[in-house]
């Protein structure tokens, strides 16, 4: 514990309080440590509350975390960020808790799992947010997080230490001089406002689903300050870790669809993600988020166990085994595929360094109940699943060694001729190496590992697997178009009996028809009801019973818009398009959709509706398929 603060304590911060001088030598000094550590500076409880009391104060609605598996989102292992679990609201979903939303997301991204030990990265973090779906946007959004950063009554950070970056405009969107200007009558000075591109300053999760530009909070780390600096002095000083970035505030205007930006969103939008561990970091004015009082515990539970001093070793332990309590308590459990298997490399890796830092067999046990013991207040299932986890923790620990020693005699006797991408999946595969292991261990000794080689084993390896399914569900090839042409019709009268039910927010986000059924994804938030998927299909076969017509008029693009008939938000169109509706008059008709057809005449073709399956695409879509039988 003495050690742990007297050589935690900075040079800069010793410069704010002199009187700790950076080294406790005595009794008295490391009392005043503790006590500094502790009482003076802002907790990361209180943090996390002073967070979600500012916003709710300004009118918005505390929702609580969503697990890190998302819940109706097959696409992701993990929520990544904490938009990812409102994807459907900032879609035009409404959300039942209003327009201004705050809450604390727990995330999961292992993408940088190389980078951790370092100062700022980790694989798991609780990012805080706030949301306005439809309501305020940049005006407010900046002013609160200037507000909030700086003010007494909030984090009281230093302004003069605060860098923002803009979006510089490219052939989607214009340069955000908004935002730009915002800041500067918030007090930051135009020199240390940066424009930057869309690599950096624009936000969004894959190929579909809302995006926008963003404007990014940075705070600068170091001893004396940097004071100004010039673009490229910024841009060093960001990838020197000498400024971390603390606040993401995203407008998220645009949707994109299959990677292109297809056009805006029918609301103006405000997500904002400002990662706990990196603001806790400045706020407690320490040089990584592994020295805040996140970590410290954790760390200090590793130093009684360790017998040698890695510092990143130490990080990897204490990073590994916290993401991996969170994993467990949100009902993951280490296995070969999907989220199983990112719990088992975690859990694997930290038993490899563990040992290096010559810790005891089972000391992880210990280190995920100190883990426990700190976020218990905050997130109460660990404390529920406590024996849970720790005993899941120590399973996966024993099954590892049963192999390690096995597969570490193997390393060593292929590594003497190099490793190839087949070897690295041999040692995954027979002695439960995950990749990152056997990339370490080959590192150690300066030898290299074919990374493309080992992913091409491994998509054999899973292929397989997925040959035999698919397989299984290959419908026949036989049909006629005839039955095509009547999905078709029955795709339409679906969207239509779909809002109806569910609302107007559903709209298609693809189609599908073969044959033997019709596929049709559409955006809706939550699972269908029996009862909703019942209406749906009472609705369809009333119109198929009311054998109703079924037309197509050449309109004007801005006519056929008029009429209210369906269409891809953002397509572009031909300036004349067709129509096809569903009923006598277009005015009356039950649907009405720009299509190009073709279609059945009458709907009495069609024969019986029946939905077969409703199941979620991807966050905030479904997917139904029918028959007409
Ligand atoms: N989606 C943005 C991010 O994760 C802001 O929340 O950084």
């Known amino acids: 514990m003495w050690n742990y603060y007297s050589r935690r304590a900075s040079k800069w911060e010793s410069e704010l309080l002199p009187p700790l001088a950076g080294h406790c030598q005595n009794v008295p000094e490391f009392f005043l440590c503790c006590f500094y550590a502790t009482f003076i500076h802002m907790q990361s409880e209180e943090i996390r509350q002073k967070f979600l009391d500012f916003f ?7 929702i609580p975390s969503a697990p890190l598996v998302p819940e109706n989102d097959p696409s992701v292992l993990f929520n990544t960020a904490g938009m990812q679990p409102l994807v459907p609201y900032l879609l035009g979903v409404p959300h039942p808790k209003g327009k201004r939303i705050v809450d604390v997301q727990k995330c999961v991204r292992t993408q940088d799992i190389d980078e951790v030990g370092d100062a700022t990265h980790d694989t798991f973090f609780e990012m805080l947010g706030n949301w306005s779906l439809g309501d305020y946007f940049k005006e407010d959004a900046i002013k609160w997080s200037f507000e909030l950063l700086t003010s007494k009554e909030g984090f009281g950070l230093d302004p003069k230490r605060l860098y923002i970056t803009c979006f510089e405009g490219d052939s989607n969107a214009p340069k955000d001089t908004v935002s730009a200007d915002i800041w500067e009558k918030v007090g930051i000075p135009k020199n240390r406002i940066y424009f930057m591109g869309a690599k950096s300053n624009w936000w969004s999760v894959g190929e579909n689903g809302p995006c926008g530009s963003d404007t990014e909070m940075f705070y600068d780390t170091t001893e004396i300050g940097l004071g100004d600096l010039s673009i490229e002095e910024f841009k060093q000083a960001d990838k020197e870790q000498k400024v971390v970035e603390i606040w993401n505030n995203v407008f998220m205007e ?24 990196r603001l806790t970091l400045v706020i407690q004015k320490w040089k990584s988020i592994f020295d805040t009082d996140l970590f410290t515990d954790t760390i200090e539970k590793i130093n009684e166990f360790a017998t040698d001093d890695n510092e990143r070793s130490k990080r990897i332990v204490a990073d590994h085994v916290r993401t991996s309590v969170f994993l467990i308590g949100d009902n993951v459990t280490p296995s070969n595929t999907d989220q199983g298997y990112v719990l ?54 024993q099954k590892f060694r049963k192999t390690l020693k096995d597969g570490i005699k193997q390393f060593e006797k292929i590594s003497s001729h190099g490793i190839s991408g087949k070897d690295a ?3 995954f595969s027979t002695y439960g190496f995950p990749f990152e292991i056997t990339k370490e261990l080959a590192l150690e000794k300066n030898i290299s590992v074919d990374d493309k080689e ?40 679906l969207h239509q009996a779909l809002r109806t039910v569910l609302g107007s927010h559903v709209s298609q986000k693809g189609s599908n ?10 955006i809706h938030s939550q699972k269908m009801t029996d009862e909703e998927k019942k209406k749906v299909e009472e609705i369809v076969n009333e119109k198929i019973g009311q054998a109703l017509h079924v037309n197509v008029v050449t309109l004007k693009k801005e006519e056929a818009e008029k009429t209210g008939a369906l269409h891809f938000f953002g397509e572009k169109y031909p300036d004349e398009v067709t129509v096809y509706y569903i009923g006598d008059t277009i005015d009356q008709a039950f649907s009405k959709e720009f299509c190009g057809g073709p279609h059945v005449k009458n709907t009495s073709e069609l024969g019986h509706f029946k939905i077969s399956k409703e199941e979620a695409v991807s966050q905030g879509v479904r997917r139904i398929k029918a028959t007409l039988e």
């Open 454 to 493: 080992f992913d091409e084993e491994f998509k054999k390896h899973q292929d397989l697997s997925r040959v035999g399914a698919e397989k299984k569900f290959k419908g026949g090839l036989g049909g006629t178009d005839e039955k095509t042409i009547q999905y078709h019709t029955a795709t339409h009268l």
């Open 254 to 277: 645009y949707e994109k669809k299959d990677g292109k930006i297809i056009g805006k969103l029918n609301n103006q939008n405000v997500d904002t993600g400002a990662g706990l561990e």
């Open 344 to 397: 088992r490399r975690l859990l694997r890796r930290a038993v490899m360094h563990a040992d290096k830092l010559g810790m005891k067999p089972s000391s992880l046990f210990w280190i995920a109940e100190t883990v426990i013991e700190k976020y218990k207040n905050v997130y109460p299932v660990l404390e529920q699943k406590k024996e849970t986890i720790k005993t899941e923790i120590e399973k996966e620990e």
């Open 513 to 522: 028809i073969t044959p033997e059924r019709l596929r049709f994804d559409f």
């Open 56 to 62: 709710e104060k300004r009118g918005h609605a505390v």
């Open 425 to 427: 999946f041999i040692l």
